[in-house]
Each structure stands twice: as structure tokens, then as C-alpha cells.
């Protein structure tokens, strides 16, 4: 589930229960997506030479109403009309792996990091680099490496991202008198200090399963550093390690800071009580909680970057996931498609996209920062200010050990953190046996 | 199943028609052995090429290690790697198996009877028999996809409608029905019950009606008082509808799953069989060897129920 991560436009319960509901007939027929490609007609119309299909994940309103926009205004700008498959966020993720096998749309969308590797490196993508021959000048060399595969090739092209950071209400924090901290203590401190002000100190929310992943990544790059991390995450080796140890020991000092009951609880609620001025401040992804805090609010939400823990690593990584647009092994469109992503790959396609939508910023150079919102400029300029940049445990690890291994086992922690030397030793064995095997 | 039992019954049928007489052999003609081959042959192709087929080709991949892309030539031979795996580090597995079992005892032991007390009191020709029948049977016709969604509704620790009845919503005195893994379950098991209760009541009423009245009577005219009569006379006449039951039970207790992916995807102490498979196979990356171990564990444990029942079935047709 952790695929919200990146959609996270007010997921709310009714289309969670489509969702499931989805993924419940996906099990007797996996290749519900094929099918919707091929049988609609949408998408497979390859010969029209002015036409590209799209396998678009965002069908919920407000993502879709801004695609519609921007596509709009790729056909004025290039000529080219998109046709687009239409899918619910969840369902396209869940079934990516099929559709890019059946008879997928030229160009879809996707995210940055080892999820994006680990399809190229599966042979299931076109490389794009005669796009990013068009593009390159519009990003920075930070983007530009995540938009690579282990071969040195383009497959990705930037559209959107945004920054995990510790979220808190600005009207409650100014009533309360409190100041963003820097460092661990000062943290823990302002956590006691909430909770003896009646405050739920931090509001961690993890029903879903992938939020806490936030807290993880951060953890660990503050205390062993982003080398160390993306290391674990790429290469599976090292979990039952002194220093992965240490990062589930340190995360224990905050449990008791946490929301009462907060395996039960979506991460849109624990957004609420943040909303609402119950809770002091929350891990979580602008991309998530800025569909909270929206209209006259968006102007209340603050955040400062996740404190440190050694000072040696400081405050230097950011996690600030990308997502973005790949194009399938043999698009039936090949020109058109490379039409449109170096369109998309521009300022003005994402200026266009962004429209009002306060919870992303763009990820080309040159964008009119003027409409942003005080919280995205306070996100454009820490992702500027960054030394690196990961992308999210489910984005930066295998697909197959980010969802089934450490979900439930970073539940389990949560539910008995004294059992962690045994969940330790289990991640392992399992990261040992996933890389080991090719599925 | 069922398909199994027509496609098997109706050779048979043709076989003793052709045995026992003449005139029931000129019978059949050729329009009616088409009928009849029909009738056997479509079911038992649909069975063996949707149900068997696949089957047998998951337990063929259960020894496998393959992530689904590519051809058939990326598949590796693992051997017992997989099952290795299962019993000796995922963790998931042993909370997966006793959630199933503890669905399966539950099952028995509450809805079941409860839903045959039900069926015996509607039975009985009270007042607003068919509106007691109704409201019953509702549940039945929603999908468990549309109880998990309720679940949540009437448990969710924060804006559920018990802890709010309660007064239990705050820091501290909250109970937390979802997220606590020795909670959640029992809170998902009453939901289920409360569904399945319905549909064991109703299966009981069908097979109460079949009860010839005159039954009743001549054991009323004998004595028996209302428990006798139950015991002696329609107990013994439910003897097939029990089966049914039985079975409807166990496929329901296996097959569980809409409802806990809905509130979790079956993480965090509502970990099922069914979901465990469904997380490795249907996903963004797939281990579909590991899946398909997982699967052909369920297979066995199913086949564990239905071959003893299959087997005290055919035996009493034999004795017939």
C-alpha cells in the first residue's frame, strides 16, 4: 500500500474500498489491466501518428482534472493528442508487472529510484535518452542521476516531487509558543513537553503500513548515513546489523510519544489530528498531508526537516519522492511519445499540471515559484538545500521485499519493540532469499 | 465441487439406463446421448481446465522461483526452497494458519448452531416470521468486501460507533479494535458471524420445510415433548442439510479474505492464507513460486477437509 505514497490526493475510504475491491476480483484474474488496454480501444489506435497512448495511475478527480489540463495544453503546444487509460492508483501499481507484459499504452506514469531500475533492468522499458537530449538543461544533475538505470541510460522523466519532513499546525504551535528543533534532544524534548501540555506529541498513524517506512529512512540516514542507506536498501545486506540495531532502538524512545491505538488508524487521520490542533507534529509527505490542509488551512502548515541524530550526517539527506513518466519496451508511437515527454519535461507542462494543487512541486528548473503556497517554497527551498536525495523505502528497495517483508515487520516492531533482535534476524534471512532468487 | 458430482453422476445415469431395460435404452437417442454428453462433458472441461489445470500447474510452480517476467524459460527449479522458506522464516505464516484455524473453530461452534436455533424458531410459524427471516438474511446479501468497510465503521478506535457509545475515544482509556493484533481479529470474527449466521439460518429453514409436517405430529401424538421431537424426528431428517453446512463452513473459513484486506490488507494480526498468497503473487513484484507454495499449502488443507467428506459420500451411495 505503500504506492499511496506517491498519489496521496485524498485517498479517501470510498476509493480505498474500490481499491480493494479491485484487488479482491485481481485475484482470480490477474490481467485486468491488459484487458482494459486492449478492449477499450482507448490507447491501442498506434498507427495515427499524431496520437500517444497513456497509462495513467491518478484516476481520482483532482490529479485527473490537472492530467486532463496539461494534456490539454500538450496538444496546443506539440500537436499530439493523449489517449488515456485511466486506472485506479493502487490497481495500476499492483499490477504493473502484468500490464507491462500485455499491451500496455506508450507512455505511463511512474516513480523514480530502484522501482524505476528494477523494471528497466527487467527489459520492460525503452530507454529515453534522446528525450533528456531535449530536457537535459531543465533539471539538475540531482535529477538527472534519478532518472538513470544501473546501465547508465535514461529511462525517466521527471515530472513532480516532495519532501518528508516533521509536519505541525503553525496557529497551534504559535499559541503554544513552540520552536522547530534541531536535534534529537531538543526533539524528544519538545515531544515531553506537548505531551505534559495535553498534546498527542507526534501523530504516527500506521494502519496502512507504509508511513512508518518515512520514519525508517530518516532514522537510519541521520544515524548511519545516506551511503549506509541506500546500501541496505539496494543491496538487501547489513539488516541484522549493530547499526540497523541502533535505528529501531533510537525509533523506541518515541513510541511512547505516539497516537494512542496508531495501528488502527489511516494516515489521513493522524493528518486530522494535526488539522485539528490534537497532535503536536507528524512524519509524513507534503504530498499527503497537503491534501489536508487545503484552502483558507494550507497557509497553517509548517515543517521543519527531520533533527539530527549524529552530527557527522547532520541534516543533509532529504527524502523527496519523484514521480514521472517511462515509456514501455515497444511503444507503438515511438516519435510521438518522445514528443510529448520532452513537453512534459518542461517548466511550463509542470507549471500547467500544478495549477493550484498545493502538495507537489515541480521538478524542472525555471518554474514561476511565485504562485506557490508558503509551505511549497518552504519545500522547494529544503530539496535545494538538500546534500541528497532518497526517494522512499518502497521506492528505493526491491518491490518485492519493501511491501511483503518489512510492512508487517515494521508492524511487528511497533506492536513489541522488544522482539526487535528477532525481527532483525528474520529481515535478513528474508532479504537474503529474495536477492538470492530472481522472484 | 458441485460441478465435480454432475459431471460424475451423469455417465453413470446413461450406464444404468442402458443396463436395466430394454425399453429405457431405445430410449435414448442419439438427440439424448448428445444431451447427455453435454451435460457430463461441459462441466467436467470447465472444472478440469479452470480449477484442476491451474491447480496442478500452481503446485508445479510452488518449486519454483520465478518473478513472472519473461518466458516460461526464466523459470528456476528451486525444489523445497520455497516450503523451507515458509516454515522456517516467515514469520507471517504460523499467525496466517492459526487465524484460518481459529475462523474454522469459531465458525463451527458459533454461527452454526446459532443458525440452526434461528431456523428452528422461525420455523415454528411465529409472528412476523418472514420479517425475522428478512432482516436475518441481509447480511448474506452483502459482500464481505461491504463488511469490512462496516467493520471499520463500527470499530474504528477513533470515530468508530462503539468506542464513541463507550466514551472511549481518548488518549489512555481508548480500545483499540483494529490495531491491536489480539483484538482485531475478534472484532473482524464478529462481523463474520453475524454474516454467516444468516446463511447457515437459511440453508436450516429450506431443509426444515422439507420436513414432512405429519412427522411432526405423529411424535407430538406419541409424547414427545418439543426437544424429543427435534432430537428424534427432525434432527435425523436434517442429516443432508448438516452436510451442507459443514461444508459451506469449512470453504467459507478457508476462503476468508475481502474482508480483512478491506481493513489492512491483512497485516498486523489479521494475517489469512488466502492473503498471504495474494500479497506474493498479485503485486508489483511478484515471487509467484513462493505464492504458489502458499497456495498449494491452502490446496492441502482444503483437500484435508473434502477428501474424508467426498469419501463418507461416495461410500453411502454405494451402500444405497
Known amino acids: 500500500m505503500a504506492q499511496s505514497t506517491s498519489g496521496g490526493h485524498q485517498l479517501s475510504r470510498r476509493s480505498l474500498l474500490r481499491t480493494a475491491a479491485l484487488g479482491t476480483g485481481a485475484l482470480a484474474l490477474p490481467p485486468v489491466l491488459t484487458a482494459c488496454s486492449s478492449g477499450s480501444g482507448s490507447g491501442g489506435s498506434g498507427t495515427d501518428s499524431k496520437t500517444v497512448s497513456f497509462g495513467s495511475n491518478a484516476a481520482v478527480p483532482e490529479p485527473k482534472g490537472a492530467y486532463e489540463t496539461v494534456f490539454a495544453a500538450a496538444k496546443s503546444a506539440t500537436g499530439i493528442s493523449v489517449d488515456v487509460n485511466w486506472v485506479d492508483h493502487n490497481t495500476f501499481q499492483q499490477n504493473i508487472t502484468t500490464y507491462l507484459q500485455g499491451n500496455p499504452q506508450d507512455v505511463f506514469n511512474w516513480f523514480a529510484g530502484e522501482r524505476m531500475q528494477f523494471f528497466a533492468g527487467q527489459g520492460l522499458l525503452s530507454t529515453v535518452d534522446d528525450v533528456w537530449s531535449a530536457i537535459g538543461s531543465n533539471y539538475t544533475d540531482a535529477m538527472k542521476a534519478q532518472s538513470k538505470g544501473t546501465d547508465g541510460h535514461y529511462y525517466f522523466v521527471p515530472f513532480d516531487y516532495y519532501p518528508w519532513a516533521v509536519f505541525y499546525n503553525k496557529s497551534l504551535w504559535q499559541s503554544k509558543g513552540y520552536t522547530a528543533p534541531t536535534t534529537w534532544d531538543e526533539f524528544t524534548a519538545l515531544a515531553k513537553k506537548m505531551k505534559s501540555d495535553g498534546l498527542i506529541p507526534i501523530a504516527f498513524t500506521d494502519k496502512d503500513g507504509w508511513p512508518a517506512m518515512g520514519t525508517f529512512d530518516y532514522l537510519n540516514m541521520r544515524m548511519n548515513g545516506f551511503t549506509f542507506h541506500i546500501n541496505l536498501m539496494r543491496s538487501g545486506q547489513g539488516w541484522n546489523s549493530p547499526q540497523v540495531k541502533a535505528v529501531f532502538d533510537q525509533w523506541r524512545e518515541l513510541i511512547p510519544y505516539y497516537s494512542p491505538g496508531f495501528l488502527g488508524l489511516t494516515w489521513q487521520e493522524g493528518a486530522q489530528q494535526i488539522l485539528n490542533k490534537q497532535a503536536g507534529m507528524m512524519v509524513l509527505g507534503l504530498d499527503q498531508i497537503g491534501t489536508i490542509f487545503t484552502g483558507s488551512n494550507a497557509g497553517n502548515l509548517g515543517f521543519f526537516p527531520f533533527p539530527t541524530v549524529n552530527p557527522s550526517y547532520g541534516q543533509d539527506a532529504v527524502e523527496a519522492p519523484i514521480d514521472g513518466f517511462m515509456m514501455v519496451k515497444s511503444p507503438k508511437n515511438h516519435d510521438g511519445a518522445v514528443k510529448l515527454l520532452e513537453y512534459l519535461g518542461t517548466a511550463k507542462a509542470q507549471q500547467i499540471w500544478l495549477g493550484s494543487n498545493p502538495a507537489d512541486i515541480a521538478t524542472a528548473n525555471g518554474v514561476d515559484t511565485s504562485k506557490y503556497t508558503q509551505p511549497q517554497t518552504d519545500a522547494m527551498k529544503l530539496i535545494q538545500g538538500a546534500k541528497q536525495i532518497s526517494q522512499f523505502m518502497d521506492r528505493d528497495t526491491r518491490p518485492d521485499f519493501a511491501d511483503p517483508v518489512m510492512l508487517p515487520q515494521i508492524q511487528s516492531f511497533l506492536n513489541d519493540p522488544g522482539s526487535i533482535s528477532g525481527i532483525l534476524s528474520n529481515i535478513d534471512k528474508q532479504a537474503k532469499s529474495i536477492w538470492a532468487s530472481n522472484g | 465441487m458441485t460441478t465435480v458430482q454432475d459431471a460424475r453422476s451423469a455417465p453413470p445415469s446413461a450406464r444404468t439406463g442402458t443396463g436395466r431395460g430394454r425399453r429405457r435404452s431405445r430410449r435414448l437417442t442419439s438427440h439424448d446421448r448428445i444431451t447427455l454428453t453435454l451435460m457430463g462433458g461441459v462441466p467436467t472441461l470447465l472444472t478440469v481446465g479452470l480449477v484442476w489445470l491451474p491447480a496442478l500447474l500452481s503446485v508445479a510452480l510452488s518449486f519454483s522461483s520465478w518473478p513472472g517476467i519473461g518466458g516460461?524459460?526464466?523459470?528456476?527449479?528451486?525444489?523445497?526452497?520455497?516450503?523451507?522458506?515458509?516454515?522456517?522464516?516467515?514469520?507471517?505464516?504460523?499467525?496466517?494458519?492459526?487465524?484460518?484455524?481459529?475462523?474454522?473453530?469459531?465458525?463451527?461452534?458459533?454461527?452454526?448452531?446459532?443458525?440452526?436455533?434461528?431456523?428452528?424458531?422461525?420455523?415454528?410459524?411465529?409472528?412476523?416470521?418472514?420479517?425475522?427471516?428478512?432482516?436475518?438474511?441481509?447480511?448474506?446479501?452483502?459482500?464481505?468486501?461491504?463488511?469490512?468497510?462496516?467493520?471499520?465503521?463500527?470499530?474504528?478506535?477513533?470515530?468508530?460507533?462503539?468506542?464513541?457509545?463507550?466514551?472511549?475515544?481518548?488518549?489512555?482509556?481508548?480500545?483499540?479494535?483494529?490495531?491491536?493484533?489480539?483484538?482485531?481479529?475478534?472484532?473482524?470474527?464478529?462481523?463474520?458471524?453475524?454474516?454467516?449466521?444468516?446463511?447457515?439460518?437459511?440453508?436450516?429453514?429450506?431443509?426444515?420445510?422439507?420436513?414432512?409436517?405429519?412427522?411432526?405430529?405423529?411424535?407430538?401424538?406419541?409424547?414427545?415433548?418439543?426437544?424429543?421431537?427435534?432430537?428424534?424426528?427432525?434432527?435425523?431428517?436434517?442429516?443432508?442439510?448438516?452436510?451442507?453446512?459443514?461444508?459451506?463452513?469449512?470453504?467459507?473459513?478457508?476462503?476468508?479474505?475481502?474482508?480483512?484486506?478491506?481493513?489492512?490488507?491483512?497485516?498486523?494480526?489479521?494475517?489469512?492464507?488466502?492473503?498471504?498468497?495474494?500479497?506474493?503473487?498479485?503485486?508489483?513484484?511478484?515471487?509467484?513460486?513462493?505464492?504458489?507454495?502458499?497456495?498449494?499449502?491452502?490446496?492441502?488443507?482444503?483437500?484435508?477437509?473434502?477428501?474424508?467428506?467426498?469419501?463418507?459420500?461416495?461410500?453411502?451411495?454405494?451402500?444405497?
Open chain 2, 72 to 320: 516460461v524459460s526464466s523459470i528456476h527449479w528451486v525444489g523445497l526452497e520455497n516450503y523451507r522458506n515458509i516454515f522456517t522464516e516467515y514469520p507471517q505464516f504460523p499467525p496466517a494458519i492459526e487465524h484460518n484455524l481459529l475462523w474454522l473453530a469459531v465458525f463451527f461452534l458459533l454461527p452454526a448452531p446459532f443458525g440452526l436455533f434461528l431456523a428452528v424458531q422461525l420455523d415454528k410459524q411465529i409472528r412476523f416470521s418472514r420479517l425475522y427471516q428478512s432482516v436475518l438474511f441481509l447480511p448474506v446479501v452483502l459482500s464481505l468486501a461491504l463488511i469490512g468497510f462496516m467493520t471499520e465503521l463500527i470499530f474504528s478506535p477513533t470515530q468508530g460507533l462503539i468506542n464513541n457509545l463507550t466514551g472511549d475515544t481518548h488518549q489512555g482509556n481508548m480500545i483499540d479494535w483494529l490495531g491491536d493484533p489480539h483484538l482485531n481479529i475478534w472484532a473482524v470474527l464478529v462481523m463474520a458471524c453475524w454474516r454467516q449466521t444468516g446463511y447457515v439460518m437459511i440453508l436450516y429453514l429450506a431443509g426444515l420445510k422439507s420436513v414432512d409436517p405429519s412427522l411432526k405430529e405423529a411424535a407430538a401424538l406419541d409424547g414427545a415433548n418439543g426437544w424429543q421431537a427435534f432430537q428424534h424426528v427432525v434432527w435425523p431428517a436434517l442429516r443432508s442439510i448438516n452436510v451442507v453446512v459443514l461444508v459451506i463452513t469449512v470453504i467459507e473459513s478457508l476462503r476468508a479474505f475481502d474482508i480483512v484486506y478491506i481493513i489492512n490488507r491483512g497485516t498486523d494480526g489479521l494475517e489469512l492464507l488466502s492473503v498471504l498468497v495474494t500479497d506474493n503473487i498479485i503485486g508489483e513484484a511478484s515471487r509467484i513460486g513462493f505464492g504458489s507454495a502458499l497456495a498449494t499449502i491452502l490446496l492441502v488443507i482444503s483437500l484435508a477437509f473434502i477428501v474424508p467428506y467426498l469419501i463418507t459420500i461416495f461410500r453411502k451411495d454405494e451402500r444405497e
